[in-house]
């Protein structure tokens, strides 16, 4: 679909759900919209190498009547635009899932004809900006820090374990950031674990539940591991 997907500097997608932008600074890729954050490196990496992959069939359509049917109305589909290092280099609209497992279908601006391209299964998730965002800070376990540095206004202050414990009266001031960091876990997983009443669900869980979906149509057992048992359950 993209051969060229890797050297790409930018992309942005925008749909129903609002517009997601990254771009490669100095060789580092950040989010850039809806919030500016750090990306996960290993998430974009794999979705530019699914578009370098994607081989595209068809047409199934040219019938401008029948766009809605594909989710490839001007009002439903989702823009998909990928800077090269020279300009432009890719400009698609992507739809609804195609007739294969991690297909979509997706036409080109201003042409009603429909084809069908895969796998696209990072892109299919939308607009969300949880699988891009670099989740570093949320994976780390509060019982492996072992040094924190706090910056501010006022100045910065660093804390260091000595032979295991935190000095003086650390260990009370650091417990709620501590605490903070396993909060940050818990959201990473499913938002649901720290407010019960979120109810818009997770992009890690569905982006989970997509893949023991394929696997089971292939045959194939998962072992699913979560140091959240409560995750187990929703």
Request: charged letters at 20%; proline letters at 8%.
């Amino acid at each position: 679909l993209y051969p060229e997907a890797a050297r790409a500097e930018g992309v942005t997608l925008k749909g129903p759900g609002g517009e997601l932008r990254l771009a490669k600074h100095e060789g580092t890729w950040r989010l850039e919209a809806p919030f500016s954050a750090p990306a996960d490196a290993g998430a974009v990496s794999a979705a530019l190498a699914e578009l370098a992959a994607a081989r595209a069939s068809g047409p199934y359509s040219d019938d401008a009547g029948k766009l809605p049917l594909f989710a490839l109305g001007d009002s439903s589909a989702t823009v998909l635009r990928v800077a090269g290092p020279g300009g432009p280099g890719l400009d698609i609209l992507l739809g609804g899932p195609g007739a294969a497992a991690a297909h979509a279908f997706y036409r080109t601006p201003g042409s009603a004809a429909v084809f069908e391209a895969g796998p696209l299964s990072h892109w299919r998730r939308g607009t969300d900006p949880g699988p891009w965002v670099d989740k570093t800070l949320a994976a780390v376990e509060p019982a492996r820090v072992t040094r924190l540095r706090v910056r501010s206004p006022m100045g910065v202050v660093d804390v260091a374990r000595q032979e295991g414990a935190w000095p003086g009266g650390a260990a009370a001031a650091l417990g709620p950031v501590l605490a903070a960091l396993t909060r940050l876990r818990q959201i990473a997983c499913h938002p649901g674990l720290v407010d019960p009443e979120f109810a818009a669900g997770s992009s890690k869980l569905k982006a989970a539940i997509e893949i023991l979906t394929e696997l089971r149509k292939e045959g194939h057992r998962a072992l699913v591991f979560s140091q959240f048992t409560r995750l187990l359950a929703l």
